[in-house]
């Protein structure tokens, strides 16, 4: 019998949703994985695979990839057991299943092209509004001391644009984990605060890209990944970004302290550190992109994978040129490419692989209300 | 890179965990080693692939082990299982040598978890792979490359020149060549000839043709046969392998765990006559499912069907095939392409003859049938909650008994009795000295780690003197 023959629990509308059943099934009555990560334990509480179940469980699988190196049935083998692979291809649909508004959901597609085509064309409107609103001289001149990006850009249409995108996309995002959750949340009694807390800790520390201890395989079945370590970088880079942003934004409203800020002030200390953060963090990973197995990979949403990390690349060292050039005739160019991909960046969130942290933290979420069940 | 020209102090034949084993142990003795695994490097291994667990004496609960298990409990289930068979010094010398070998295996970098879901009966005495046998090979070959031990995949041994009990080469083919190969020493860790039908065929007739391997192919048995060749002494009833009843759907190899069915016990199992045979209820379902490869394989065409109702369907593990399922009996005979009046009587018959009781999966209880022959002693409740289901299942072969006869020291023993120059046995090749029959979990990997290790170690000594 050949592997694709075998059965699965129930229908499903997609190859990858009825492949990740299929392995479902297999894995269900193997077990040995239960120690590497989540997903086995959660998959141990079910029977049956609905799409949500799947969805859940892709969102629940960090691609560390010990599943498969451990797997005696992975291929060559005639049962052809891929799970993290799998997983992914389910994981990169259920974005663009759970997404808002579902029109526009086809932006998961083609996704690099997408976001670097909307990147292109944030930067530019930028530069040219910078171009047709600024005089030349003010563009090309120098400024110093507080308010000498507002020169360029009035504060309150800095303001409004970005406070729009942001709120779009805090919308959008909103909306789309919402869809998730009542698929993936099904009758599970609340987990209260301690499920959230335990979500939170799980999330916050990758506790489970760690292949149960032993390490995650990426290049090939050695357990040698640093992953863990760049998206650590990732994570607390852009988290310290946020920060910078929002003391800013309270130094400018509660305090009256406009940006330009001293090197020693909070917004710069957040910024730099995080920005160097968001330069080791995504090389890193996009390196390990490269060099990964490609039987790990899931090589439709390459695509997204790359334009994410490149958008928190550009992100971070266009801020950091910003800062180290601010007091230069270079600063005003450098400001509108600066605002163009951080507006990209922002707008585009909801439609890339930004939404991964999202869902795997919603997944860590039910996964700690359902292990409390079991106590 | 391997040289195949140069005459190692170890040769290592096999790349099991006992293989293994031995390499490293040898290697940390300052051997030079090369293993020669005969099967390609994704089925490297042989039967520790599809292995979760070892069964080693322990003196106190640890992280992934919930109590102590001391070397005389372990001896006594070692003689339980093989109805007091064994070789008692070199069992009593393994068991003792079992308690280093838990934590030797964490050192080359094995990790263990605690017992799998749905096997806390082994929690206390078997220590488990995290990530299954695979990972626990993939630590061991990661350890061994590291250690600068040579390594050749899709390298079997097809003869080997031994004189008077002194291993001089092997040959090996390599990349479609043959090789000589040169070393001081030898172990023989190359496993059982389970997957060998024509060998099998010897003992079983052609009901051998309708066996299911749940190994890989590669466990031919072609060491040992050339080792008994050469005079060496053997071990074990050359009849007997290890053979339970797994679904009859499953490929003819390496279908491992997962075509496994522990439904036996919640219905009646009947022939292709649509007649039961054995007493689905003799004892609960670990001491009894070692029984049933060989039952089906005594019944025609080596074929037997599960048959359970809806009441049971969610008493048992899940396995890789969905049931076959009917409304009625009658159809599911139909399905099974079992004569549908035979199949309606013996469930009617049976269903009659189910005395009251109160059931309990757990344990030994008092449901049991009057008047029906086979009895079913325990667990018997009518089959008559729609819809019905049905396993199909066939013999599915583990691993075969028959070894070469080893002393303390793992070194073979010639049939004239001596021992051998510079030749060592480890794992399933020499089990039978110890596992004459029977069976318990994790077993097999305590014999193969632990001789290997003693085996490793007395081939890199016997190298340098």
């Given at each position: 019998?050949?592997?694709?023959?075998?059965?699965?629990?129930?229908?499903?509308?997609?190859?990858?949703?009825?492949?990740?059943?299929?392995?479902?099934?297999?894995?269900?009555?193997?077990?040995?994985?239960?120690?590497?990560?989540?997903?086995?334990?959660?998959?141990?509480?079910?029977?049956?695979?609905?799409?949500?179940?799947?969805?859940?469980?892709?969102?629940?699988?960090?691609?560390?990839?010990?599943?498969?190196?451990?797997?005696?049935?992975?291929?060559?083998?005639?049962?052809?057991?891929?799970?993290?692979?799998?997983?992914?291809?389910?994981?990169?649909?259920?974005?663009?299943?759970?997404?808002?508004?579902?029109?526009?959901?086809?932006?998961?597609?083609?996704?690099?092209?997408?976001?670097?085509?909307?990147?292109?064309?944030?930067?530019?409107?930028?530069?040219?509004?910078?171009?047709?609103?600024?005089?030349?001289?003010?563009?090309?001149?120098?400024?110093?001391?507080?308010?000498?990006?507002?020169?360029?850009?009035?504060?309150?249409?800095?303001?409004?644009?970005?406070?729009?995108?942001?709120?779009?996309?805090?919308?959008?995002?909103?909306?789309?984990?919402?869809?998730?959750?009542?698929?993936?949340?099904?009758?599970?009694?609340?987990?209260?605060?301690?499920?959230?807390?335990?979500?939170?800790?799980?999330?916050?520390?990758?506790?489970?890209?760690?292949?149960?201890?032993?390490?995650?395989?990426?290049?090939?079945?050695?357990?040698?990944?640093?992953?863990?370590?760049?998206?650590?970088?990732?994570?607390?880079?852009?988290?310290?970004?946020?920060?910078?942003?929002?003391?800013?934004?309270?130094?400018?409203?509660?305090?009256?302290?406009?940006?330009?800020?001293?090197?020693?002030?909070?917004?710069?200390?957040?910024?730099?550190?995080?920005?160097?953060?968001?330069?080791?963090?995504?090389?890193?990973?996009?390196?390990?992109?490269?060099?990964?197995?490609?039987?790990?990979?899931?090589?439709?949403?390459?695509?997204?994978?790359?334009?994410?990390?490149?958008?928190?690349?550009?992100?971070?060292?266009?801020?950091?040129?910003?800062?180290?050039?601010?007091?230069?005739?270079?600063?005003?160019?450098?400001?509108?490419?600066?605002?163009?991909?951080?507006?990209?960046?922002?707008?585009?969130?909801?439609?890339?692989?930004?939404?991964?942290?999202?869902?795997?933290?919603?997944?860590?979420?039910?996964?700690?209300?359902?292990?409390?069940?079991?106590? | 890179?391997?040289?195949?020209?140069?005459?190692?102090?170890?040769?290592?034949?096999?790349?099991?965990?006992?293989?293994?084993?031995?390499?490293?142990?040898?290697?940390?003795?300052?051997?030079?080693?090369?293993?020669?695994?005969?099967?390609?490097k994704f089925y490297r291994g042989g039967n520790t692939r599809h292995t979760r667990n070892i069964r080693c004496a322990h003196d106190a609960a640890t992280e992934t082990l919930t109590g102590p298990y001391?070397?005389?409990?372990?001896?006594?289930?070692?003689?339980?299982?093989?109805?007091?068979?064994?070789?008692?010094?070199?069992?009593?010398?393994?068991?003792?040598?079992?308690?280093?070998?838990?934590?030797?295996?964490?050192?080359?970098?094995?990790?263990?978890?605690?017992?799998?879901?749905?096997?806390?009966?082994?929690?206390?005495?078997?220590?488990?792979?995290?990530?299954?046998?695979?990972?626990?090979?993939?630590?061991?070959?990661?350890?061994?490359?590291?250690?600068?031990?040579?390594?050749?995949?899709?390298?079997?041994?097809?003869?080997?020149?031994?004189?008077?009990?002194?291993?001089?080469?092997?040959?090996?083919?390599?990349?479609?060549?043959?090789?000589?190969?040169?070393?001081?020493?030898?172990?023989?860790?190359?496993?059982?000839?389970?997957?060998?039908?024509?060998?099998?065929?010897?003992?079983?007739?052609?009901?051998?043709?309708?066996?299911?391997?749940?190994?890989?192919?590669?466990?031919?048995?072609?060491?040992?046969?050339?080792?008994?060749?050469?005079?060496?002494?053997?071990?074990?009833?050359?009849?007997?392998?290890?053979?339970?009843?797994?679904?009859?759907?499953?490929?003819?190899?390496?279908?491992?765990?997962?075509?496994?069915?522990?439904?036996?016990?919640?219905?009646?199992?009947?022939?292709?006559?649509?007649?039961?045979?054995?007493?689905?209820?003799?004892?609960?379902?670990?001491?009894?499912?070692?029984?049933?490869?060989?039952?089906?394989?005594?019944?025609?065409?080596?074929?037997?069907?599960?048959?359970?109702?809806?009441?049971?369907?969610?008493?048992?593990?899940?396995?890789?095939?969905?049931?076959?399922?009917?409304?009625?009996?009658?159809?599911?005979?139909?399905?099974?392409?079992?004569?549908?009046?035979?199949?309606?009587?013996t469930i009617g018959d049976f269903n009659a003859g189910v005395r009251p009781g109160t059931f309990n999966h757990a344990d030994l209880d008092d449901c049991r049938t009057e008047g029906v022959t086979p009895?079913?002693?325990?667990?018997?409740?009518?089959?008559?909650?729609?819809?019905?289901?049905?396993?199909?299942?066939?013999?599915?072969?583990?691993?075969?008994?028959?070894?070469?006869?080893?002393?303390?020291?793992?070194?073979?023993?010639?049939?004239?009795?001596?021992?051998?120059?510079?030749?060592?046995?480890?794992?399933?090749?020499?089990?039978?000295?110890?596992?004459?029959?029977?069976?318990?979990?994790?077993?097999?990997?305590?014999?193969?780690?632990?001789?290997?290790?003693?085996?490793?170690?007395?081939?890199?000594?016997?190298?340098?003197?």
């Amino acid at each position: 019998m050949r592997a694709i023959d075998m059965h699965t629990t129930m229908a499903h509308p997609t190859r990858a949703l009825a492949e990740a059943d299929r392995l479902m099934v297999i894995c269900n009555s193997c077990r040995y994985c239960e120690g590497l990560c989540a997903v086995f334990p959660a998959m141990e509480r079910r029977n049956l695979f609905k799409d949500g179940d799947l969805n859940f469980l892709a969102n629940l699988c960090h691609g560390c990839g010990a599943c498969y190196a451990d797997c005696q049935f992975s291929p060559p083998h005639e049962f052809d057991v891929n799970v993290p692979r799998t997983l992914a291809r389910v994981r990169g649909e259920s974005y663009q299943t759970y997404a808002w508004p579902g029109a526009l959901s086809g932006l998961f597609a083609r996704n690099g092209l997408a976001i670097s085509l909307i990147a292109a064309f944030s930067v530019a409107a930028f530069l040219l509004g910078f171009f047709i609103w600024a005089d030349p001289s003010v563009l090309t001149g120098t400024h110093v001391g507080p308010g000498a990006f507002y020169r360029l850009m009035p504060h309150n249409v800095m303001a409004l644009l970005f406070g729009g995108v942001f709120v779009y996309a805090i919308l959008a995002l909103t909306m789309s984990m919402r869809a998730f959750w009542r698929d993936i949340a099904g009758n599970t009694p609340a987990g209260g605060i301690g499920a959230f807390l335990q979500a939170v800790k799980d999330a916050g520390s990758l506790r489970y890209l760690d292949g149960g201890g032993a390490g995650c395989m990426n290049d090939d079945d050695k357990p040698t990944d640093r992953r863990k370590h760049y998206h650590h970088a990732t994570f607390y880079g852009f988290l310290l970004c946020l920060a910078s942003t929002t003391v800013a934004t309270l130094y400018h409203y509660f305090l009256g302290r406009e940006a330009p800020y001293p090197w020693w002030d909070l917004p710069v200390v957040f910024g730099t550190l995080g920005g160097i953060g968001l330069i080791v963090g995504p090389v890193g990973l996009l390196v390990a992109k490269f060099k990964r197995a490609p039987e790990l990979l899931d090589e439709t949403k390459s695509g997204m994978d790359v334009a994410f990390i490149v958008m928190l690349l550009l992100t971070s060292v266009t801020g950091l040129a910003l800062l180290v050039l601010r007091a230069t005739p270079a600063m005003g160019v450098l400001l509108a490419v600066h605002l163009g991909v951080v507006f990209a960046l922002f707008l585009t969130m909801p439609y890339g692989k930004f939404v991964h942290g999202l869902f795997r933290f919603l997944a860590l979420v039910q996964h700690a209300r359902e292990s409390r069940g079991d106590h | 890179m391997v040289d195949l020209e140069k005459q190692y102090d170890v040769l290592v034949v096999g790349g099991g965990n006992a293989a293994l084993c031995a390499a490293i142990a040898a290697r940390r003795d300052g051997a030079s080693v090369l293993v020669l695994e005969g099967a390609p490097k994704f089925y490297r291994g042989g039967n520790t692939r599809h292995t979760r667990n070892i069964r080693c004496a322990h003196d106190a609960a640890t992280e992934t082990l919930t109590g102590p298990y001391s070397e005389e409990e372990l001896f006594d289930d070692l003689l339980r299982v093989t109805g007091g068979k064994t070789d008692e010094p070199l069992a009593k010398h393994m068991i003792r040598e079992s308690k280093e070998v838990l934590v030797w295996l964490q050192e080359q970098g094995v990790r263990y978890q605690r017992s799998l879901g749905g096997t806390l009966t082994l929690g206390r005495t078997n220590a488990f792979f995290l990530g299954g046998g695979r990972a626990m090979l993939n630590a061991l070959y990661d350890t061994a490359e590291e250690l600068g031990i040579d390594i050749l995949y899709d390298a079997p041994a097809t003869a080997v020149t031994i004189e008077n009990g002194m291993f001089l080469s092997a040959t090996v083919t390599h990349e479609s060549k043959p090789h000589q190969v040169r070393a001081r020493t030898l172990v023989a860790a190359a496993g059982g000839f389970e997957s060998n039908i024509e060998w099998l065929k010897e003992y079983w007739g052609d009901a051998a043709e309708n066996f299911l391997i749940r190994g890989t192919p590669y466990n031919r048995g072609s060491v040992l046969k050339m080792l008994h060749n050469a005079g060496v002494q053997e071990t074990g009833d050359p009849t007997q392998c290890h053979a339970v009843a797994i679904d009859a759907r499953a490929p003819k190899y390496d279908g491992g765990i997962i075509t496994r069915l522990d439904c036996v016990v919640f219905g009646v199992v009947v022939n292709k006559h649509a007649q039961r045979f054995y007493d689905e209820g003799e004892d609960i379902w670990p001491k009894r499912y070692a029984i049933w490869g060989r039952l089906v394989a005594q019944q025609p065409d080596q074929i037997a069907y599960i048959i359970f109702d809806a009441s049971s369907l969610r008493l048992f593990m899940p396995s890789l095939f969905p049931p076959i399922t009917a409304g009625s009996i009658r159809d599911l005979a139909g399905k099974l392409g079992l004569d549908a009046d035979a199949l309606e009587k013996t469930i009617g018959d049976f269903n009659a003859g189910v005395r009251p009781g109160t059931f309990n999966h757990a344990d030994l209880d008092d449901c049991r049938t009057e008047g029906v022959t086979p009895p079913k002693t325990h667990w018997a409740r009518r089959i008559e909650q729609a819809p019905f289901y049905a396993y199909p299942v066939r013999p599915g072969i583990t691993f075969t008994y028959l070894g070469v006869r080893v002393n303390l020291e793992s070194r073979m023993l010639m049939a004239d009795g001596k021992p051998a120059a510079n030749m060592f046995a480890a794992g399933e090749i020499m089990a039978g000295n110890v596992l004459t029959k029977g069976y318990a979990a994790g077993i097999g990997m305590m014999i193969g780690s632990v001789s290997g290790r003693i085996a490793g170690r007395g081939a890199a000594k016997n190298a340098r003197n």
